[in-house]
């Protein structure tokens, strides 16, 4: 059974670039089957799903973001990152990684536990 | 974007009840349809997929049906580890939605 666990900085000001990371244990970021996704969700609001990666150097993302977000798979140390660029208060939210692809297309399993971004100066 | 409406979107219940989730959609997907559970502080859980199909190691009291646009989640016999918030989500179409949350809590 895969574990995921979410990292990074915990408060990014307005403007600047938000980066988390999610180490992988238990399961390879080089499997092909697989969609390594960053899901969000801002506080008292539904889920929201991010974008993903998969095959080494491919991505999707949700066009919400306005190209902001960068996913990326980092194979030698078996982690995923995401990047958000340009964040406002409105990136405020806490940001899941999970995995897709193995129970049946895109649905996701496991989730990590989370981590709350505040963008705040 | 496939917009997915649950209800209600807060419900009060005891030990022992059962509760019914609805999840509608905008545009009909077949069953391509899931159900997660949220703790605070906690990963989230995968509950059932393609609309009906109970994850492995999910307790039988939980159950999903329905297709086209319109699917619920049932629990019955509700347990003291079920209170919690319970998702939808399509994966037919990206990009991928999910619903705004439906959080049962101690009557």
């Known amino acids: 059974q895969a574990l995921l666990q979410e990292s990074g900085p915990r408060v990014v000001k307005p403007s600047e670039t938000l980066s988390l990371d999610c180490t992988v244990s238990?399961?390879?970021?080089?499997?092909?089957?697989?969609?390594w996704t960053w899901i969000r969700q801002p506080p008292g609001k539904g889920l929201e799903w991010i974008g993903y990666g998969f095959d080494t150097d491919n991505a999707s993302y949700n066009s919400s973001l306005k190209s902001r977000a960068t996913i990326s798979l980092d194979t030698s140390r078996n982690q995923f990152s995401l990047t958000l660029t340009s964040v406002t208060a409105a990136d405020t939210a806490v940001y899941y990684c999970?995995?897709?692809?193995?129970?049946?297309?895109?649905?996701?399993?496991?989730w990590g536990q989370g981590t709350l971004v505040t963008v705040s100066s | 974007d496939i917009q997915l409406t649950q209800s209600p979107s807060h419900v009060s219940a005891s030990v022992g009840d059962t509760v019914t989730i609805s999840c509608r959609a905008s545009?009909?997907?077949?069953?391509?349809l899931a159900w997660y559970q949220q703790k605070p502080g906690r990963a989230p859980k995968l509950l059932i997929y393609a609309a009906s199909t109970l994850h492995s190691g999910v307790p039988s009291r939980f159950s999903g049906s329905g297709s086209g646009t319109d699917f619920t989640l049932t629990i019955t016999s509700l347990q003291p580890d079920d209170f919690a918030t319970y998702s939808c989500?399509?994966?037919?179409?990206?990009?991928?939605?999910f619903g705004g949350g439906t959080k049962v809590d101690i009557k």
């Open positions: 545009q009909d997907f077949v069953t391509s």
């Open positions: 989500q399509q994966s037919h179409r990206h990009p991928l939605t």
């Open positions: 238990g399961a390879s970021v080089s499997s092909a089957e697989s969609f």
């Open positions: 999970a995995r897709g692809g193995m129970i049946d297309g895109f649905v996701f399993d496991p």
